[in-house]
């Protein structure tokens, strides 16, 4: 039985968080874009954001991927419809799933949401998030980005930051707010530390975690239906249901669903990295953000 194939691009590292949320659930050949060359997405204006994304995607698609993942909250938020109406595979993007999920486990339907300059100006997140009935304060973390890429995962200086960022947070954000949407790909890494921050009745939700169970329930879904192959047919719609995410603190290795066992008995996982960039420095990062040594890099240039 044929694995699928899931294109996941990012302008960055970010997405390596998402890649490793869905190979800790879903066997698949997953082939990575990283824009390295181009980053900070966040300094774009939408237009020139979308003529990237649509060029990764379609580098993408020539190497026969069955799905698409866009793992970088920016090119959701500015760029996704176009990303879908360029693309001949289902596209996932990471803001409404985090959405569903924060929507899920919120009891008071009030929710804090930190990002970058960029994601929180397009307020993608309040938007999503409204959508499901809650109301979010979004609050932008710019520094969280260099400290995560310096490896300052527990420094006391990131701890600082996190408690000042989170204290402003919590004292604009709606009365009664209950959970803490990571939205940005970077931030799952200081989780373990933002959890110490904030209160203990305060849920943490992970929007690449959030993402991986969309992506994992749509090819199980899939092969339930085409048991003769684990891809996704090319017209294939995204289910746009709401899908149980993971918050912080929850396995992300857990058994798969019975519709899944016949292709994880036997399936392995499959990894190859593409960067605009240098490929040293995106092995030192990614090596960082998946906890395991990475190979498989190859640079490309997509022009301007």
């Known amino acids: 039985m044929t694995l699928p194939r899931i294109g996941v691009f990012d302008s960055g590292v970010g997405g390596l968080t998402v890649l490793k949320a869905m190979a800790a659930q879903l066997p698949a050949h997953y082939l ?4 390295t060359a181009r980053l900070p997405y966040g300094t774009k204006s939408a237009e020139t954001v979308a003529r990237y994304a649509i060029g990764a995607t379609k580098f993408l698609e020539a190497q026969n991927i069955d799905l698409l993942v866009i793992a970088c909250n920016t090119a959701t938020a500015l760029a996704l419809a176009d990303i879908k109406a360029a693309a001949h595979v289902p596209v996932v993007g990471v803001v409404e799933p985090g959405a569903a999920m924060a929507a899920e486990v919120s009891k008071n339907r ?11 100006s397009s307020h993608a997140y309040r938007n999503a998030l409204r959508q499901h009935g809650l109301e979010a304060h979004e609050k932008a973390c710019p520094l969280f980005v260099p400290l995560v890429e310096e490896g300052w995962i527990e420094h006391p200086v990131t701890e600082q930051v996190a408690r000042i960022y989170l204290g402003e947070a919590t004292a604009q954000a709606p009365a009664g707010a209950d959970v803490l949407v990571l939205a940005c790909t970077h931030y799952p890494l200081i989780a373990p530390l933002l959890r110490r921050i904030v209160p203990a009745t305060m849920e943490i939700v992970d929007s690449a975690a959030s993402t991986a169970q969309v992506v994992r329930k749509m090819i199980e879904e899939n ?6 192959r ?8 995204p289910s746009r249901r709401a899908c149980p995410g993971l918050v912080e603190g929850t396995s992300i290795s857990g058994a798969m669903p019975s519709a899944s066992a016949a292709m994880s008995s036997a399936a392995h996982r499959t990894f190859r990295f593409y960067v605009t ?7 030192r990062l990614a090596t960082r953000f998946l906890g395991r040594q990475v190979d ?8 301007g």
């Not at 009030?110 to 929180?120: G, H, M, Y």
């Not at 092969?223 to 003769?228: D, G, I, T």
């Not at 960039?277 to 092995?283: H, I, P, R």
């Open 110 to 120: 009030a929710a804090i949401v930190i990002a970058t300059e960029a994601t929180v």
């Open 32 to 35: 990575y874009f990283g824009d």
């Open 223 to 228: 092969l339930a239906s085409h048991p003769e």
């Open 296 to 303: 498989n890099v190859e640079h490309v240039d997509l022009g």
């Open 230 to 237: 684990s891809g996704l047919a090319p017209a294939t719609e």
């Open 277 to 283: 960039d240098s490929v040293e420095k995106f092995k």
